[in-house]
């Protein structure tokens, strides 16, 4: 019996095995079914899907044997990988020098052998698909092509596992990162929100106390004092929204009255007589979802209406449709417009269309990036139509549940 050879860059191939973490797991019906169909068209008790391991030939999927695995010194894919043959046949393991007296002959009744090196992208042989006989044979043309283009599938198995293991991994990053950054959003909005309100709370009492007293370069300094902190606050409670806005939409689904929907909302926007808004239907309908989200994706695109109008009367319209496996929820206004190139940026964070609202205050950019981010942990969409000067209108789809 001869000993396969070690390949030359057998460190960097055993590398390339280990990466794709199939070393010691259980059988799987994908490369099962291979194995089971390459039997048949080979017509063999036994066909594997083998990988070769430091010291010994590991078996991820085995038709006809109850063993995992075996020495590699007298593996028979030992040798297949060694080969520069793109199949290695053993028509009768009895009379060929690399395989006598090699105990699988008697113990595996080893006697026939063809094995396909699976060879991944960066050219390294990773083990074998394999077939055994129990008698001397010989493969057709036909079984050899079918031999060859299983071992393809096998690899394409290989790297489709390696993607989605590296497309968890990275999914399980961000979450930790997300994660991360919702504390860290937390902590920052709990530290800042006392000194904020208290900067603003003082600036309010030393304008009160000292109007008439102190020059109106002074008392503007002060009002500027306030407009930032009112700024600074929203922007902490935006991005305090913004990361909890997966808590949001897991919140549990329960019936809620779009009346009271509609008219809580306006009653938080609308603060004057120039602005009107109107809602249809106006009889009351049932919806199932979450209150949380649901409210605060509203909350965001009516006050957004209100923040940019542009005309002597701001005119804000809500829309409900309810189909057969959604809500579709629509705000319609004659603000100001966003501008078609701009349209396709405004659900990320920090972006801001317009460089001041009417009150002449800069937007957060948080708004609508909170929005999207909802809906997404709803599995819902969302879409703008908007003309400059004419106005805009935002529709988003809620999956009914």
Do not use: W
């Not at 050879?5 to 280990?18: G, I, S």
């Amino acid at each position: 019996m001869i000993v396969a050879p070690v390949l030359p860059d057998e460190k960097q191939r055993q590398q390339a095995v280990e990466k794709y973490a199939l070393l010691d797991t259980m059988p799987e019906e994908s490369y099962d079914s291979i194995t089971s169909i390459i039997a048949a068209i080979c017509e063999v008790p036994v066909a594997l899907i083998t990988l070769i391991d430091r010291d010994r030939n590991f078996l991820k999927s085995r038709h006809g044997v109850e063993v995992s695995e075996s020495p590699r010194d007298i593996s028979f894919c030992s040798h297949a990988i060694a080969s520069d043959d793109d199949i290695t046949i053993v028509k009768d393991a009895r009379k060929d020098h690399r395989f006598i007296d090699n105990p699988l002959i008697d113990a595996a009744d080893a006697v026939f052998y063809a094995g396909v090196p699976l060879i991944d992208n960066n050219g390294y042989k990773l083990g074998t698909l394999c077939v055994f006989d129990n008698k001397p044979r010989q493969l057709t043309d036909h079984q050899k092509k079918a031999l060859k283009s299983m071992a393809k599938q096998v690899m394409v198995l290989f790297e489709e596992r390696y993607r989605n293991a590296q497309l968890m991994r990275v999914q399980n990053e961000l979450k930790e990162r997300n994660e991360e950054l919702k504390d860290f959003a937390g902590i920052v909005s709990h530290d800042l929100k006392a000194p904020m309100s208290n900067i603003l709370m003082i600036a309010e009492l030393l304008a009160k106390e000292n109007k008439g007293k102190i020059s109106d370069r002074s008392m503007e300094y002060l009002e500027h004092l306030k407009s930032a902190s009112k700024s600074l606050s929203r922007y902490i409670d935006g991005m305090l929204t913004f990361y909890r806005s997966d808590e949001l939409a897991s919140e549990e689904y329960e019936e809620i009255s779009y009346v009271d929907l509609v008219e809580d909302i306006i009653s938080m926007t609308v603060t004057d007589e120039q602005t009107i808004v109107t809602y249809t239907p106006e009889v009351d309908v049932s919806l199932v979802t979450s209150n949380a989200a649901l409210h605060q994706i509203l909350l965001n695109l009516v006050t957004n209406s209100v923040k940019y109008g542009d005309k002597e009367i701001t005119k804000i319209h809500i829309d409900l449709q309810e189909l057969d496996e959604a809500y579709e929820i629509s705000v319609r206004d004659n603000g100001r417009g966003i501008e078609k190139e701009k349209i396709k940026h405004v659900f990320k964070l920090f972006f801001v269309a317009d460089d001041e609202d009417r009150d002449g205050k800069r937007g957060t950019g948080i708004g609508l990036a909170t929005t999207k981010r909802l809906l997404d942990e709803l599995n819902g969409s969302i879409t703008i139509e908007s003309e400059p000067g004419i106005g805009t209108h935002i529709t988003v789809r809620i999956p009914k549940h």
